[in-house]
Structure formats: C-alpha cells, structure tokens
C-alpha cells in the first residue's frame, strides 16, 4: 500500500504544482482537500476535476461556511480583534478552520502526513501547522516551499508549463489572492511595492468610492450577545447576513484597506484587503460596546482585543490562552443586545443611532440640565482623593527646596 498524504488544496498555482511534486519526487498518493469558507463558485467550479487530472488519488471539497462564520469570524468580532489597527485578519481566521479539516481528513484517510502549499516567508506555515499540532501531533508536516528547488513564483509557473498544469496566475498579473466570506486579500507581484497604488480593476468586492451611488444608504444591524443576527429587521443566518452585507457595503465602496503590516516570521509584508460586510459589522459591534459596557470593563477589553488580534494572527487558535480570553469575552456579550444604524456615503461610514435594552446611557445623568440623580457637590470630595497623590508628590518637592 503506498503511503498516502492530505493535501490542503485550493487549485492555484501552489498547490497544484505541490500535488503533481509530492506525487512524481516523493511517491506519496495525495488525497486533495479543499475547504469552502466562501471563496465563490468561480473557484470551486472544476475543482475535483482539476485535481484528479494532475494525479490526486481523491478529492474532498468540504462545505465549511457556516462553521466559518459562526466558530471563527464572529468569536473575533466579538472579541474585537483587529491587528496593527486595521486588518481584519480575514485570512488568519480561516487558516486555522482549514488546518483542523485537513487533520479530520488525514484520519479519515489513514494519511501519514500533510501537506499545504504556504511559503517559508509567511504566517499561513504557522497557522496550518499550529493547527496540526495541537489536534494531531503524530501526522507528519511537509511544506513543499520549504525543502523543493522551486525558488519563486516563476520556478513554480514553469513547472506547472512543464506538467501541462493550467493555474489562475501569469507573469503578467502575478498577485496572489485569498477569498472567502469574510474578505479577499491581494499581495505579491507589483503590490510588493508599498508605494504602488493599485489598478482599479483588482478589486473585486468594493466599487471605488468615487463610483459609489451618490444618494448613500442607511442600514440597521442587530445583535444579540454581541452577534449580529438581523438587518433592518429581517433575521438572517450567518452566511446569508455577511453576504448581503458584502454586497451593500461594496456597492459604497466601503472596506478596502492597505497596509504594511509585520509578520509572525519578521518581515513586513504589504497587503491590500477587502473586507465591506466585516467593516460594518466591526463598526456596529464596538459602537453597542461603547453603550453598553461599564467602563473598566470595556477599557479591559480593549487591552484584550490586542492580544486576542495577535493569537489569531499568529495561528494560536487551538491554544489555552486562547480559550480563556474566549470564556472572559463571552461573559461581556451576555447584554450585548440591541441595534445599530449605520449610514454609508463614498467608502465612509457614520453611526446614525444605537439602541439597547440593557444601554449604560442614562439621560438624567448625562443632562446639562437640572437633574435629581447627581449631585455636583460630590465631585469636591472626589477629586480632591483622586489628585491627592499629585498632592503629597508637589508638597514633598517643595520640601527638598524643588531640586530633585
């Protein structure tokens, strides 16, 4: 019986050039899997086919979608977490989804190893193969752009010539490109330099701001305990809810970002993303937090945010730190409940309202008008303990003549 190994497969470049080497230089039989978080039709169309042509022994394309967005994208986003301020860390939530099908497909399989086509240069090695070690620590680890003679994109195009391979990406529109329901990321090629703006015609989820309807929108978003589950009043499931959003926040132009980010390895890398529907939601979440959240406890959260962004960056999903944060940012959506409305204009968003049945917000409080619940007097009293220790540290330099 020859030896077999799971590969985690997508149909680019990478991996079909990974399946045909691990077949013809290793000897292995590769059972192909794919996983679908989203990344269209026009991906996954001819994906079987396509692989068992370049000689996979069997395909497993695996609908994950909903496991996607409800175990992995709307944990993050009630967590908050958003890496160097500005990537919605699209790619690193899915890694890790992918990662854990692909151990469930080895077993299935008796495989002996794994395989996954992500470079020596990035985060993606790491996130697949933290998720291999956490869940399966026995299966073997191959990571072809590690230890092949394939030094570079073009090596691996003129491999894939050589086989008779058709792959998506050409020496003259070389980027890479991610998909899934949760965002598209572009990199590599041209957008290696950080000073090249992109050509409009790259983006395929977000119409330019200059283009966007000139009359804008406005939309409602509701959650309960911190997930969103309606749109303007009609329930959702999750998919369905991120897909309308997708569609109505591209169509303003709203959720492109483009940064030079750090990776896990040391390197800056630039990036571009598209991320419409999870722009909103990021919004609209943290906007019901603002309302609803005692202070120590959203400032709290805050310095956890940072953190949490970091372990999904990283890969460090299945890890027990990560579990814990889990447990502590549950326990501060339980009252996160309620609505958000948002208006959209040319690639900008504007809170328009919020509501909860468990809001903070006490009018009678916050007037600047007469009100029978606070009184101001108290706040002599209070600052005077709150700067007493500015007091003691002046009166104390004034009695070592000022010179310190």
């Not at 970091?310 to 009252?335: C, H, I, M, N």
Request: include cysteine; hydrophobic fraction near 40%; aromatic fraction near 10%.
């Amino acid at each position: 019986m020859s030896k077999k190994v799971a590969l985690a497969y997508s149909g680019g470049l990478d991996t079909s050039v990974i399946l045909k080497w691990l077949k013809e230089e290793l000897g292995y039989s590769v059972i192909a899997m794919s996983v679908d978080v989203g990344q269209g039709e026009e991906e996954l169309e001819g994906l079987e086919e396509k692989a068992l042509a370049t000689g996979a022994e069997k395909v497993y394309v695996l609908d994950r979608k909903q496991e996607f967005v409800k175990d992995y994208v709307f944990p993050t986003l009630q967590a908050g977490a958003i890496y160097e301020g500005k990537y919605l860390l699209g790619t690193a939530m899915a890694r890790p989804l992918i990662g854990k099908t692909l151990v469930e497909v080895a077993e299935e399989e008796g495989a002996e190893a794994v395989a996954h086509g992500a470079t020596g240069k990035g985060n993606d090695q790491v996130r697949f193969e933290l998720a291999v070690k956490a869940l399966n620590p026995d299966l073997k680890i191959i990571a072809p752009w590690r230890i092949w003679s394939i030094s570079s994109r073009s090596d691996a195009i003129a491999y894939a010539k050589k086989y008779g391979i058709p792959v998506p990406v050409t020496k003259e529109k070389p980027y890479s490109m991610d998909r899934n329901l949760w965002h598209i990321s572009y990199e590599g090629g041209m957008l290696e330099d950080p000073n090249y703006q992109p050509e409009e015609d790259m983006f395929l989820l977000t119409k330019s701001p200059q283009e966007a309807p000139e009359e804008g929108a406005e939309v409602e978003i509701e959650f309960e305990k911190g997930i969103p589950v309606a749109v303007n009043d009609e329930k959702l499931d999750a998919v369905s809810l991120l897909i309308y959003l997708n569609k109505l926040a591209g169509e303003h132009g709203i959720g492109r970002v483009d940064l030079v980010e750090n990776r896990l390895v040391g390197i800056k890398s630039r990036g571009v993303y598209e991320t419409p529907g999870g722009t909103l939601l990021s919004l609209a979440h943290r906007e019901l937090e603002h309302l609803v959240l005692d202070r120590e406890t959203f400032h709290y959260k805050e310095q956890i945010a940072l953190k949490y962004a970091e372990l999904v960056y990283y890969g460090l999903w299945f890890t027990p730190l990560k579990k814990a944060l889990d447990a502590f940012v549950a326990s501060t959506q339980e009252r996160l409940s309620g609505q958000v409305r948002l208006k959209l204009y040319r690639g900008n968003v504007v809170i328009a309202g919020r509501s909860s049945p468990y809001s903070l917000y006490n009018p009678e409080l916050a007037t600047f008008e007469a009100d029978s619940l606070y009184n101001q007097k108290d706040a002599e009293g209070f600052i005077n303990l709150f700067g007493l220790p500015l007091k003691v540290q002046r009166l104390m330099e004034k009695g070592c003549g000022g010179i310190l």
